[in-house]
């Protein structure tokens, strides 16, 4: 889709202004390391503060608002810089009920609410030359899966109508097999509204009416004024309209698809070939940019004969630092002045300054950077420097820089911008121990957050800062918003409120009304279809869109059986995780049991911290193969598994660890003891070593102190692991655990000494 032509406004959040805290800041020079975090009687009510505690010196902001009921908190609100507008807001929604999650819950707005229909091309009928021939869906399967789309398309030609026939024209849709007619995907989009993939249907459409037009006339009066949601379609229509003479048009539709697109070098002459009177020096140059910010060396190269020599000479110096190229400092040193104050020449500098070593100087380079978003091409890239710089100030005890760097941010989407404030909040909270800004940040993170997990982050540790300034009964309210029994963020919530027990939700069983409802489902019946042949891995599609769109909890949980009735486990998890997602009752859904074997051998590891894991790393996929090569349940490498299976005294076989579920847990549990063994039975560390290798956790105790210890925070410890995937990985393990001890062993929570587990 071209986002940059269209965008949707879907989020449901409305704006509010809160002065920013990101310029001219004056921090204290000397910060304390963060102070032990002293344990709360949950029961004792604390004095509340008669004012509001002072920032640090120097530290400008509004203050955060204290709830004056719950119904007041959260609201759903957007908290945007200054001088910055959000094109996705929309009228405020009610506030949720305290305590209910529903604050934390993704945006459904755009799955349940009917989204207006999209602006089709005109169809032509259009013979694709095949044949009609006698077949089933198992034969047209079959010849898809050994490449033969032709004998596919012939007998879905030759097919009466019927559910199988739709089942196969829409596997071929999504395919993007070749050669099928728009006029039959369009007759599935019209006839066939309740079918997942409107999207991807609609692209297709305009992909083959782009393939089967013969000339751009034709071209420019079956699209009329629109612009396709297909970048391959929109290139095609911008090249007829500028046949035509319509450079205008022709330049409205292929600008931003030229300047911001990853396309192929196949694509990129093509349009070069076509539209090189339409594109300016600009548009090159911004796109060398984009490409460049992505680190797509090859491409921006490609662009040398439609730059200037000063604009070459900024590539050629980006490239090297892109490619760590020794001689990367002179080529940038040969960049004319005229280009130094551009973003991407500043951008090149300070990853070059922070790779030689001077984190300080890079530290000062990124303060003094531009933050005008009409020039920076990639807010988002900029946030990810920022936030290495920021961690790194951070390992030297610079608490003052780590702020500023990390307040001082442009990130643009919900994501960086909510990780950006939540960085800054706790830079202020933990190290320069100012509530009251902290509060802020917190607050700007949760407000813009879109996704379950950051959204709980903000809420969590709004609740800390207000807490750590004396007012407990605020930050209540705040624990109470957080509180989540399937979320990191929300049992750390959970345990400060004083709940012992998970309230994990499943749906009623579903009476013989709901069930034959179920049954009678088009969705359904293709699933089972599918199973019948034997074709059961397409179904995925299937299962996820009744998970998003199905209204009754107790349907969703008969799609879950049937899914793990299937094996499918993968999909069964998704299904449970989407409705939650909804806010729907399905907790245990999205943490199934029995999706291992029964009576499975663990090697004395607790069956519930296994099923935590290969949650994490497989979805329960026995056949799972990640891009590194780990294979299986618990995703070990050939070389682990081999050396594992002969400390155990079984023979190794790597078909087995894809194949048989009790083999492959038998390995990755023996594994996982070793590693539980090897840091002395602490949680957060095995997992850390589990994602980033063993050698990871005792570098990162040597920079932060062992979380083991009553002097460390583990709470503090894991929002300080560098990588950010490892630092998800280890909290998205604690919070699986909380739930299957609770389903496996009917444990009461405690979070906190599965966190302080183990001895050093």
């Not at 000339?215 to 949601?229: C, D, H, K, L």
């Not at 539209?275 to 140059?285: A, G, I, P, Q, Y």
């Not at 607050?443 to 982050?457: G, H, I, P, V, Y």
Request: include cysteine.
């Amino acid at each position: 889709m071209i986002r940059s032509i269209i965008k949707a406004a879907t989020t449901g959040f409305c704006l509010v202004a809160i002065t920013p805290i990101a310029s001219a800041l004056t921090l204290p020079e000397s910060v304390p390391v963060p102070r032990s975090r002293p344990a709360i009687a949950l029961t004792a009510p604390m004095a509340l503060p008669e004012a509001t505690p002072e920032p640090a010196p120097g530290l400008e902001q509004t203050a955060p608002s204290a709830p004056q009921s719950t119904a007041d908190l959260p609201a759903n609100l957007v908290i945007l810089p200054k001088n910055r507008t959000d094109p996705t807001v929309s009228p405020a929604q009610p506030a949720p009920t305290v305590g209910s999650g529903a604050a934390l819950q993704l945006p459904v707005a755009a799955q349940l609410t009917a989204q207006p229909e999209a602006s089709l091309p005109t169809v032509r009928k259009h013979d694709n030359g095949i044949s009609a021939e006698r077949g089933t869906l198992k034969d047209a399967l079959n010849a898809l899966e050994k490449n033969d789309q032709k004998k596919a398309l012939a007998i879905q030609k030759g097919m009466k109508p019927s559910l199988d026939r739709t089942l196969l024209t829409y596997i071929l849709i999504i395919g993007g097999y070749h050669n099928f007619p728009a006029s039959e995907i369009k007759a599935f989009y019209d006839h066939n509204p309740q079918w997942p993939s409107r999207s991807l249907t609609q692209r297709r459409i305009e992909e083959a009416v782009a393939r089967e037009t013969e000339t751009g006339a034709e071209m420019v009066r079956a699209f009329g004024n629109a612009i396709p949601e297909s970048t391959t379609a929109a290139i095609e229509l911008a090249i007829s309209q500028a046949k035509v003479g319509n450079k205008a048009q022709a330049a409205k539709i292929i600008r931003p698809i030229w300047r911001e697109s990853a396309l192929d070098s196949k694509t990129e002459s093509r349009i070069l070939s076509n539209m090189r009177s339409v594109l300016t020096n600009e548009d090159h140059f911004h796109r060398a940019s984009y490409l460049l910010y992505r680190d797509r060396a090859n491409g921006a190269l490609r662009l040398k004969r439609y730059l200037t020599d000063a604009q070459m000479k900024l590539v050629n110096a980006r490239v090297a630092v892109i490619r760590r190229a020794r001689n990367a400092g002179s080529l940038l040193r040969s960049v004319p002045s005229s280009l130094r104050k551009d973003p991407g020449y500043i951008f090149s500098e300070i990853q070059y300054t922070r790779r030689q070593g001077k984190e300080t100087e890079a530290a000062d380079l990124i303060l003094k950077a531009p933050l005008d978003e009409d020039h920076l091409i990639n807010h988002d890239a900029w946030w990810d420097e920022r936030r290495l710089l920021a961690r790194m100030m951070m390992n030297k005890e610079d608490a003052r820089r780590a702020y500023k760097i990390a307040a001082r941010h442009s990130a643009e989407s919900g994501k960086d911008f909510s990780e950006a404030e939540f960085h800054a909040g706790f830079f202020a909270l933990r190290y320069l121990h100012d509530e009251k800004t902290a509060a802020v940040h917190f607050e700007n993170s949760w407000k813009k957050a879109t996704r379950t997990q950051d959204k709980s982050r903000g809420l969590y540790w709004q609740g800390r800062a207000w807490e750590a300034a004396g007012d407990r009964a605020v930050a209540v309210k705040f624990y109470q918003a957080a509180a989540n029994a399937t979320n990191y963020y929300g049992q750390l919530s959970l345990e400060e409120l004083g709940t012992k027990h998970l309230n994990l939700r499943t749906p009623p069983p579903a009476n013989a009304t709901q069930k034959a409802r179920f049954e009678r489902r088009d969705l359904v019946r293709a699933i089972k279809r599918l199973k019948a042949v034997g074709q059961e891995d397409r179904a995925g599609p299937l299962f996820r869109h009744l998970a998003r769109t199905l209204a009754d909890p107790s349907e969703i949980e008969l799609a879950h059986k049937l899914a793990q009735s299937y094996g499918l486990h993968q999909n069964a998890v998704q299904i449970g995780q989407l409705a939650l997602n909804r806010d729907m009752p399905v907790d245990k859904l999205a943490f199934p049991l029995h999706a291992l074997p029964m009576g499975v051998k663990t090697n004395g590891v607790d069956i519930a911290l296994v099923y935590a894991l290969t949650k994490q790393e497989s979805v329960f996929d026995l056949k799972a193969r990640s891009h590194a090569n780990a294979r299986g349940l618990m995703q070990m490498l050939p070389a682990t598994a081999k050396r594992t299976a002969r400390k155990l005294g079984v023979s190794y076989s790597l078909s087995r660890i894809t194949s048989d579920p009790n083999y492959a847990v038998l390995l990755g549990s023996a594994f996982l003891k070793e590693n539980l063994e090897r840091f002395g039975g602490s949680y957060i560390l095995t997992f850390a070593a589990y994602n980033a290798g063993p050698g990871r956790p005792p570098e990162w105790i040597e920079r932060f102190g062992d979380p083991r210890t009553n002097e460390v925070s583990a709470i503090d410890w894991i929002e300080r692991i560098p990588f950010s995937e490892t630092r998800n990985y280890v909290m998205k393990l604690i919070e699986n655990l909380q739930v299957y001890e609770a389903r496996i062993h009917n444990e009461t929570l405690d979070i906190s000494k599965d966190l302080k587990r183990g001895h050093p």
